[in-house]
């Protein structure tokens, strides 16, 4: 403490220990979007570690990746759109931002942290986080007077399942798609069948773009670098 005078004014200068000092001092808060961009990370995060056959990724899709998902689907046209697996709502936010007003976005996840994530944080009355299964999109859609939908974007990890459920959850998919509409779904670059390095490493391999072929007469193929890690995105049309 010390002391000083200044035209007849006395002051006193206390210096405070710097531990106390510390913890008056206001604490910096981080912006919003950065908190919950943080939050939605170690969420998924989390998930992907506890399910990593499921979600088949530790890191929410970039814009890179949902850009190439989204460029193939007639957003001024369509009226229904399907979602497969919307994670911590990377590519939804991305859906929403190109959907019609009169539009709806189904959204399909059966893992409950995720839907209720979304559910908190995704607060747009076109969209419907549904909790359930791909393999009974029929029933899902049914209990929302849907019958047919425009789209169906996936980030089902199709890689790493069962060849019976996968094949259910296509063949559900195709029977639930308009016939103009179209499917996109992606894959990790390591695991669509080449190179011959991912198979020594000990990484499953899955010739996907083939699977597709057997319920798509149409599909596309367009590579995505910039996401981690890096993907194959494929375009499926009748």
Request: proline content about 12%.
């Given at each position: 403490m010390s002391r000083r005078?200044?035209?007849g004014e006395t002051?006193?200068?206390i210096?405070?220990?710097k531990q106390l000092e510390s913890?008056?001092?206001p604490r910096r808060r981080l912006p919003e979007h950065r908190q919950r961009t943080g939050g939605e990370y170690g969420l998924f995060f989390s998930q992907s570690l506890r399910s990593i056959s499921v979600t088949a990724s530790l890191f929410p899709s970039s814009r890179f990746l949902a850009s190439a998902l989204l460029r193939h689907i007639d957003f001024a046209s369509a009226r229904v759109i399907v979602e497969l697996g919307i994670g911590t709502g990377a590519i939804t936010k991305q859906i929403l931002r190109r959907l019609?007003?009169?539009a709806v976005l189904l959204g399909v996840d059966l893992n409950p942290a995720f839907v209720n994530h979304v559910k908190r944080n995704i607060q747009d009355s076109r969209f419907i986080p549904i909790l359930g299964q791909a393999e009974r999109l029929g029933a899902l859609l049914g209990r929302h007077g849907i019958t047919r939908a425009d789209a169906i974007v996936s980030s089902l990890g199709?890689?790493?399942m069962h060849p019976a459920q996968r094949t259910t959850i296509l063949k559900q998919a195709a029977a639930y798609l308009t016939p103009n509409g179209v499917l996109t779904q992606y894959q990790y670059l390591h695991a669509s069948?080449?190179?011959n390095?991912?198979?020594s490493l000990g990484l499953v391999r899955f010739a996907e773009k083939e699977f597709l072929k057997a319920h798509f007469r149409q599909v596309a193929t367009e590579r995505v670098l910039w996401n981690l890690p890096p993907a194959k995105v494929y375009t499926c049309r009748f």
């Open positions: 005078t200044t035209r002051f006193l200068n210096s405070l220990p913890k008056l001092a019609n007003p009169d199709l890689t790493a069948g080449k190179p390095w991912a198979a």
